[in-house]
């Protein structure tokens, strides 16, 4: 028996996944929202919110237990889609904050992480470790960055005997933004024992990359497989620049320039499917692979050659790929109201190098309140369970640490008009 496509949407999988990811291991946030390319009607506009609050704390910091309080903040996703087009031919224009990161450790001892050597620009352990020699040190307080994205997707479709192809393929261009704090000390020299507050902010330009993919319709049938393909962005002009405080000398505060050493948004491929199970529900179920490990090292600096300042800090990811699989079912209840129901993992891609992204749990759920032919209204949530995890110096980070088992929380908001 037929399943009827209007019946239930392909798109209600963002509302059941509650823009799942949001949540997937490293650094990724939004994704460009191309399945309005497969929404009925010539113009076709989304518009989406995403809300997370993932709470994960440190419960050790080089052998010392304690609260030190979640290190993660909470976030915003937008995310905007418009779309014109038939069923041979349509274009999307899409704009969301594709990467993003945000940490915060002044709950931790010191109200910092602890001290590493920043007078040097090396990316060894061994030698962010080696105080003896260390004429200053630092510690890491705060670290921000985000990156907007902004892109074109065209399709091509055939209808063939055998069910409807499409060929996807589009650009976009990605900024980079970087924000951090730190505490400095100078060790050795006759300004020894004076202390520091480093402020940066630092500015990378747009970068283009591109996506291609493809997909297979039975319409009748609610039936469709689709491939995307996202490349990386190497953000290599990050640039800009901080203010060095004096903490504990009457001493005018001196500006400096910053610069992040080069940052990937890595590349990924994305596939989603569904299918129609029977009249009124439907089968769902997604993949994405995404090459992490191209995340290794991450250098902040700053200089200020009238003043002998030259100083840096980092922080170790080596991370390895990560993955995020999802499976769900939808019901339509009738031709306003649909649901779904779905659950979901994320592969870690911590190594031990750092702790925040472990194996992730998920259970989401979503409904879809038609209001007419032109209105749509999509709410979803998700609660995820976080696994616990590790680092240590014997796997090249600059300290010890533990996370214990956490949660993080979702929620999510989208209207879509059809013209």
């Not at 963002?14 to 009607?41: K, M, N, V, Y």
């Not at 309080?69 to 418009?82: A, E, R």
């Not at 990359?209 to 319409?219: K, L, M, Q, S, T």
């Not at 080069?262 to 499917?273: G, L, R, Y």
Request: with cysteine; glycine share 12%.
């Amino acid at each position: 028996m037929p399943i009827h496509r209007k019946s239930i949407s392909v798109a209600l999988v963002l509302a059941a996944a509650c823009s799942t990811t949001a949540f997937a291991g490293g650094f990724q946030r939004g994704t460009a929202d191309t399945d309005i390319l497969f929404e009925p009607g010539t113009m076709n506009t989304r518009v989406s919110l995403t809300y997370v609050d993932p709470q994960r704390g440190l419960t050790s910091i080089n052998g010392q237990d304690g609260d030190f309080g979640d290190y993660t903040g909470d976030y915003l996703i937008p995310n905007y889609s418009v779309s014109f087009g038939n069923e041979v031919f349509g274009c999307a224009g899409t704009a969301t904050e594709s990467f993003a990161a945000n940490a915060d450790y002044s709950g931790a001892p010191g109200g910092a992480l602890p001290s590493q050597v920043s007078s040097t620009q090396s990316t060894s352990t061994a030698d962010r470790l080696d105080f003896a020699t260390a004429t200053s040190i630092s510690q890491t307080q705060r670290l921000a960055f985000e990156s907007q994205e902004l892109g074109l997707t065209c399709r091509v479709s055939y209808q063939a005997d055998s069910g409807r192809y499409s060929l996807l393929g589009g650009v976009f261009v990605e900024d980079f933004h970087f924000e951090g704090t730190s505490f400095g000390t100078i060790t050795r020299g006759p300004q020894a024992g004076l202390r520091t507050r480093v402020e940066v902010e630092s500015d990378g330009g747009y970068k283009a990359g591109f996506r291609i993919g493809a997909a297979y319709e039975i319409p009748e049938y609610a039936l469709r497989i689709q491939a995307m393909y996202r490349s990386e962005v190497k953000h290599d002009d990050i640039t800009g620049d901080g203010t060095v405080t004096f903490l504990n000398a009457p001493i005018t505060p001196i500006t400096v320039e910053s610069a992040l050493s080069e940052a990937t948004s890595p590349q990924f491929v994305d596939i989603k499917a569904q299918t129609g199970i029977a009249p009124g529900w439907l089968l769902l179920g997604s993949f994405r692979w995404t090459d992490w490990s191209t995340n290794e090292v991450s250098v902040s600096s700053i200089s200020n050659p009238n003043f002998g300042i030259s100083s840096s800090s980092y922080a170790p990811y080596h991370w390895r790929d990560g993955y995020t699989a999802q499976i769900g079912v939808g019901h339509a209840f009738n031709d306003q109201i649909s649901a779904a129901v779905a659950v979901g993992y994320d592969s870690g891609v911590s190594t031990g190098a750092e702790t925040t992204y472990t194996d992730l749990y998920t259970l989401s759920g979503g409904v879809s309140f038609k209001a007419n032919k032109m209105a749509e209204l999509r709410f979803g949530g998700l609660v995820g369970y976080w696994t616990s995890g590790d680092q240590s110096t014997s796997q090249d980070s600059y300290y010890n640490a533990t996370v214990g088992d956490d949660m993080v929380y979702g929620i999510n908001a989208s209207l879509r008009l059809t013209f």
